[in-house]
Structures are given as C-alpha cells and as structure tokens.
C-alpha cells in the first residue's frame, strides 16, 4: 500500500516536465525551457534588450511533441539579453621543426548571455 502512494505522488502533477523547445541559434541548435540561461553566439542588441526566435525545430508540451518540417509554425521563442561575454582562451600554437618557425596566437570567442523568458 505504501508502494503505490509513492507511485501516485512521483506521478503528480509536480513532477511533470516542463515544456521545452529545440531552436536554431545563429546556426547552433539549443534544448531550451522557460526561466533557463544559455550562452549563445554573440548576437545583436545591448543588455536588457528582447530577441525572439523564430527558428524552432521541435516543441514539447505536456507530452506531445510537435516537430517541425524545417521549422515549428507559430511558434516563437522569446528572451532577453542578459550580458556579452568572453569565453575561455585558446592557445593556437604553431611550429615547423628545424626551421625556426613558431607562431603563438590566443582567442577568445565572445557570447551573449541570454534568458529565456517564453516559449509560444
């Protein structure tokens, strides 16, 4: 009897998932919900500002899935820039043996912050 109350309380509504897309970001695609941070390619817009996207490839609602052909009808995904920042450097470094050549070069790709504030 204990085992199927536990069954009934993991099956509430609590712990449904919540609705999820998968949308195309400056050509990288990205698994997002409501209320999560991602760091995207750097995008146009100062902080604060709202971006939409209307490039989705799949949406997941309470279990039914709607899948694109390329894209989702409709449906847009709405956020807001956060920040822009820098990733981690890489270190290219180049050399030909016996040659004396070498070449040392850094880079850091830049990104944008952004919440996602909707799905719809």
Known sequence: MVFSGLISYLCSPIFEKAMYAIVNIAGKQFKVAKDQYIYAPKLEGDAGSEVSFDNVLLVENGGS?????????????????????????????????????????GHRQQFTKVQIVGIG
């Not at 009808?73 to 820098?86: A, C, F, N, Q």
Request: no cysteine.
């Open 65 to 105: 899935i709607d899948i694109g052909a390329p894209t989702v009808k409709g449906i847009t995904v709405s956020g807001k820039i956060l920040e822009h920042v820098k990733g981690n450097k890489v270190i290219v470094f180049k050399k030909k043996r016996r040659k004396g050549y070498q070449v040392k070069n």
